[in-house]
């Protein structure tokens, strides 16, 4: 991954972890979380693509593992945001513009079904039970309820920095001004613009006589 991708990334995991530990946990809302971390990795993974939204989900998914107070396996989460975010990377638009709220609002419900059944999954083979006491079916009708009604708020907000981080404007903008100023440079040093073949020729002309000249000079040959 690029170095500017890896400290965006950092940066915006951290914060959506931060947040989701220290307020949304704290909420005490019915059934699920709501999940901003996984939000997150998918505004990300619609712009990086599958690998780059892979490895921002296991990534996420490792320091939610580990920060505290996770009470589940580590490893566990970040499997689940590594799957989640590689699927969600595969609807990338080409264009990197995204044309319609259809798809990525779609494209959150099936993360948040998806992503809940297969941590529950992943738990029942480990021997954690939880989600059979909570109710599974309730999960995921609060996980899709909860994610699609935050996911306005973020999802559009991270792929909008994703986007800008990957275009550099200040680097367009300096190679812009470099190819104006090598373009000035030339057209004020030789009096000529760029594909003026005219001016070309008269230059060559110019250069030939004066060529014939000195080589008249030179030779002594009397020119009437």
Known sequence: MRVNRMLLSTALVVVALVVQVSVLARLHLPGAVPDLLLLTVLGLAMVYGHVGGALVGFGAGLLADLAPPADHAAG??????????????????????????????????????????????????????????????????????????????????????????????????????????????????????????????GLKNRAARARVAKAGRIKGVKRL
């Open 76 to 201: 566990r989460y970040a499997l689940v945001l590594c799957v989640t975010g590689y699927f969600a990377g595969l609807i990338k638009p080409e264009t990197g513009q995204v044309k319609s709220a259809t798809g990525p609002m779609a494209t959150v419900v099936a993360a948040a079904i998806g992503s809940t059944l297969l941590y529950a999954g992943v738990g029942a083979l480990v021997g954690d039970t939880a989600a059979r006491h909570v109710g599974l079916p309730g999960l995921l009708f609060t996980a899709a309820l909860y994610d699609l009604l935050l996911a306005p708020f973020v999802v559009p907000g991270v792929m909008a920095l994703a986007r800008r981080a990957e275009n550099d404007p200040l680097a367009d903008t300096s190679a812009v001004q470099s190819t104006d100023i090598s373009s000035g440079w030339l057209s004020s040093g030789t009096g000529l613009r760029v594909g003026d073949r005219g001016g070309l020729t």
